[in-house]
Structure formats: C-alpha cells, structure tokens
C-alpha cells in the first residue's frame, strides 16, 4: 500500500520557453508530484487519461503505483499547452484540450483509502474535496491555481478548510485572499482552517508559515533555467514526500523547515531541463547533496 497518494492532472504538455519548445511532453500535476515524491516514499497516482496515454512506463519503472490510474477507451488525454517568456515566474495558457479529464470522478480504492498521506494536487476544487472526503489519510496537503481562484473561488475555500497544508504560490496567495502581503495572505489562508501554509516564490524561494510562526528560504541558485512547467508540483512532491516518509502526523517545525528545504531543491533539479525529464533521471544522492549546499549557504553564525 503507498503511503501517499496523489490525486491531479495527467497530461500531454506543450511548452515554450526563451529556450526552446517541446510538443506532448509528459506533464500534470499528479505527474509531476509523483516523479519528485518518489524519491522519498511509495507513491499511488490517482487520474484519468485516454486511450493515446503511453507515459505509464515513466512512472512504474519509477515504483509509483499506477493502479489508480483510470484508462478511458476511446478517450484524448488532458492537453495543456503553455508559454513563458522571461520572467519565467509567469505561466500564459495558451490552450486547454480538456479531453476525459471533463468528466473525471476521481474514486479511491481501498488501498488508497486507507494510505496516511494524501496529496490533492490541482483539479477542480469540488473534486478535490470528493477525494479528501473518500480519504481516511491522517495528513492531507493540497494545491491549486489561479484558474480556480477565479471560477471556483467558494468551492476551492471550501477545500482548503479541509486540509491541514496548502501550497499556493504568492500570486495565487495574494489573488484568493485580497491581502498585498505574503504575512497577510498567509494568515488568511491559515484562518479557514489549515494549520500549515507554504507560499512558493518562484525562483526567489518559499516561505512557511506555521502555528503562527514563519520560515523562508530562498531559491536555489542556479546557472541555467530552461523550463518552469511543474516547478510548484514538484516543490509539492518534495515537501510532501518528505513529511510522509517522516511518518509524522502532525509535522513539527524542524520536519517541516527541512521539508520546504527538501521541496525546493527537487524543484530546482525540475527547472534545469523541460517538463519531466530532469526530475525523472534524478535520485535521491543528487537531491541530499544539493540540500547540504543549501544548507551551507543559507545558514549563518551570529557573531
Ligand atoms: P506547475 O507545477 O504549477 O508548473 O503546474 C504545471 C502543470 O499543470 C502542467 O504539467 C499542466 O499539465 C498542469 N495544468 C495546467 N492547467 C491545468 C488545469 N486547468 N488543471 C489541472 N492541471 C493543469
């Protein structure tokens, strides 16, 4: 039985960046979180794709359980197509094909059920929260994005209240909440319910917010950024990855300081190359020793 398990988007990505393009390249939220959280725990994905899927192999030839993974006969795969320009912070969708992911109903079997960690990744947030309500897991973390902030504003605060982690970015934290500061927004977020806030800042880092109590680092430095796509997934995949394989259900601060440490630095390895294809080469030596340089440069000895 996985510990954690990942429900979200499987989709065939088509990015542009300053430095080059890929067509139906292997993406989703669910895909994306899987590959990095694998580095740390048993992972079961949890999503929907049509009969053209053929990325399977990527993830069971990476130990992540699959069997959560419905195939619609007949069916076209979520299709996402994206472009960043410089400020690579910033995502523009160009086109979404939504294909079978229109009618996903996403159902848990017994096994998922009943793992301790669950990870609702970005879908619509009524669905995230049939999923939550299926879950007996004792840890629940989600995501989300600008899109349901607009469409879905009732229903994604709605899910949040039923969480105990949300991992937003700080446009997305500062769109739901109104608020201009990240102290604020986080404050607000944290009012409907979750008692861990992380805000992810792109290429400047990500802050923690907790029990009132707040943690930041910055990004890791890095000499070539070619592709953003699945940066804030795999942030997710790592942070919560790393609380599940902690076995902690009610994570403390030193866990959770060293998850968002452990979160940014897989997203780090996912910038370097496009869509998937850096974090799925990418093992668990790799990531370790990039946290030691990350340690080694953030922290200071007060005089
Ligand atoms: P991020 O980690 O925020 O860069 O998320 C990137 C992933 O989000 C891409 O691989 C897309 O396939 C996926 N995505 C884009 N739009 C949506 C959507 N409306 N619902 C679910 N997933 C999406």
Redo the contacts with the bound molecule.
């Keep these: 039985m996985p510990r954690l398990v990942a429900v979200?988007?499987i989709?065939y990505?088509s990015l542009e960046t300053p430095f080059g393009r890929r067509e139906r390249a292997l993406?989703?939220?669910a895909?994306?979180f899987s590959l990095a959280a694998r580095l740390f725990t048993e992972v079961g994905v949890v999503g929907v794709v049509g009969d053209d899927f053929d990325g399977e192999p990527v993830l069971t030839e990476r130990g992540i359980d699959t069997s959560g993974i419905q195939v619609v006969p007949g069916g076209t795969t979520?299709a996402?197509e994206?472009r960043y320009g410089y400020d690579l912070n910033v995502?523009e969708?160009l086109d979404?094909r939504l294909g079978v992911?229109e009618h996903f109903d996403p159902q848990l079997g017994a096994a998922h059920r009943d793992a301790p960690v669950l990870f609702l990744?970005?879908?619509?947030p009524d669905l995230q929260r049939s999923v939550r309500a299926q879950s007996n897991a004792a840890f629940v973390a989600l995501?989300s994005?600008n899109?349901w902030i607009e469409i879905a504003k009732d229903s994604l605060t709605a899910a949040i209240g039923e969480v105990d982690a949300v991992i937003l970015?700080d446009g997305e934290a500062r769109q739901l909440t109104g608020e201009a500061t990240l102290l604020k927004a986080a404050r607000a977020i944290s009012a409907l319910g979750p008692r861990i806030v992380v805000i992810k800042r792109g290429e400047y880092g990500a802050a923690l917010f907790v029990d009132g109590r707040f943690f930041g680092v910055p990004g890791y430095p890095l000499e070539e950024v070619f592709d953003?796509?699945?940066?804030?997934?795999?942030?997710?995949g790592g942070f919560v990855g790393y609380l599940a394989a902690s076995g902690q259900t009610s994570p403390d601060l030193e866990h959770l300081r060293r998850a968002v440490a452990y979160g940014s630095i897989v997203a780090s390895f996912n910038v370097e190359e496009f869509?998937t294809e850096r974090v799925q080469r990418l093992c668990r030596d790799e990531v370790d020793g990039r946290v030691r340089d990350f340690h080694a440069m953030t922290s200071f000895v007060l005089a």
């Excluded at 990744?121 to 619509?124: A, D, S, V």
């Design positions: 979200g988007s989709a990505d993406g989703g939220s895909v994306h979520f996402w994206g995502a969708t979404t992911f990744g970005n879908i619509q995501d994005m899109l970015n953003p796509t699945g940066a804030g997934d795999s942030f997710a869509g």
